[in-house]
């Protein structure tokens, strides 16, 4: 396979608060090929949108990136050294400031936030917003910008692009904002869009419509996405391949067929039992009980033993760090999992966890009355 065009090597990202440290990406490893829609899935809390603001250094203080490395088409996006004094400090190839916002953010780069009021002034129209963004970014003149801007709000599927050009985002409904948005981000034909769950407040057949679109666009114009949900079946609808996160790591990597239909890890089982699926008709949906601990204080051992219903004294213990499970010659298939041979750690010689996960997974039924 050809270089992935990111690459993301063991990032921490953590919050100082008075409270403590929140460890809200807690040693994430991934990549993004070219022309790929690449998941990051997980529960509200999870740190999806931490770990996306990470890649373009946006994280704010009391936030903070403390260690691992970005990789963007062979440009040190984030990296740390130890000096003399072993004191970690910046990399020297490491992309100033200035660098990431001219070269990267918008331009490589580009963002596609939940809510499009974030993203656009509720002062100046639409049209004016998007034809302001092309002409910083792409060195056109105030006319060619604006008949770029038409153009990409007609692409993305926007009627009378001419009229609706001169109106302002109240104007827009939500969905046609989300469109904007992603005209937007489309707009300087990045290499890489991060897309953080754009279409999360919208109904399911506008959502759907999005969708699809995006879609037909990837394919024309070959960009690549970082599409963050926490719903697998816009995952089932969009991505090529999927990352699961749970309390600040990735605990299962995997293609979409695999994610789906060979599932490793109990979390992922969990999340998707929670879910309507379309292509099985069982209609009984189990919602994963419990809720998930803070990062500031993580459990020891795996960070889901509380609520897994596979959980084993070992799993109090271990944490595990992700492994390939793939057959030899299948897609790389990681789950961090210690139920799985590859670990190696006594799971199946080890006592199961009982009475343990107060208010965990499945506890509403196996224990309600269980304890005299
Ligand atoms: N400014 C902040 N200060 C302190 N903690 C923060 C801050 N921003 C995020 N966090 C914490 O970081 C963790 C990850 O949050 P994040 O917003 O990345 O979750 P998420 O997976 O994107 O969730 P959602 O689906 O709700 O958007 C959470 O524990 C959150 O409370
Ligand atoms: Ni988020």
């Not at 807690?26 to 990549?31: A, L, P, Q």
């Not at 969009?238 to 109990?266: Q, S, W």
Request: charged share 30%.
């Amino acid at each position: 396979m050809s270089e992935p065009l990111l690459s993301v090597e063991n990032l921490k990202t953590q919050f100082f608060t008075e409270d403590g440290t929140v460890r809200a990406v807690d040693g994430i490893s991934f990549d993004v090929h070219e022309g790929e829609i690449v998941g990051l899935v997980g529960e509200s809390g999870a740190g999806k949108s931490v770990a996306t603001s990470s890649l373009l250094r946006l994280v704010e203080s009391p936030g903070e990136i403390v260690g691992g490395e970005i990789t963007f088409k062979g440009r040190t996006l984030f990296g740390l050294e130890e000096d003399a004094s072993g004191e970690l400090r910046p990399r020297d190839d490491m992309l100033s400031e200035e660098e990431m916002r001219r070269e990267i953010r918008g331009r490589e780069i580009a963002i596609i936030f939940q809510d499009p009021m974030e993203s656009l002034n509720p002062v100046f129209t639409v049209g004016g917003q998007l034809r302001e963004f092309i002409e910083l970014n792409r060195d056109l003149s105030e006319k060619e910008a604006k008949r770029e801007a038409i153009d990409m709000l007609r692409e993305v599927g926007i009627p009378a692009p001419e009229t609706r050009y001169d109106e302002y985002p109240h104007q827009f409904s939500g969905g046609m904002r989300q469109r904007v948005l992603i005209a937007m981000a489309l707009a300087c034909q990045p290499d890489l869009i991060i897309a953080d769950e754009p279409t999360t407040a919208l109904d399911v057949t506008v959502e759907g419509q999005i969708l699809e679109m995006v879609k037909e666009l990837q394919t024309k114009y070959d960009t690549s996405f970082i599409w963050v949900t926490h719903d697998m079946s816009v995952v089932a609808e969009i991505c090529d391949r999927v990352n699961v996160m749970y309390l600040g790591e990735i605990i299962e990597h995997a293609t979409v067929d695999d994610l789906f239909y060979d599932t490793k890890h109990p979390y992922t089982r969990a999340l998707l039992d929670s879910m309507p699926r379309p292509d099985e008709t069982v209609h009984e949906l189990n919602p994963i009980e419990g809720v998930m601990p803070e990062a500031i204080d993580p459990p020891a051992g795996c960070r889901f033993h509380s609520r897994c219903p596979d959980a084993r004294e070992v799993c109090r213990e271990v944490h595990p760090e992700p492994r390939d499970l793939a057959d030899e010659g299948e897609p790389t298939h990681r789950a961090a999992c210690v139920k799985y041979d590859a670990f190696d750690v006594g799971y199946d010689e080890s006592r199961p966890i009982e009475g343990d996960a107060a208010g965990g997974f499945g506890a509403g039924l196996t224990r309600t009355g269980g304890e005299e």
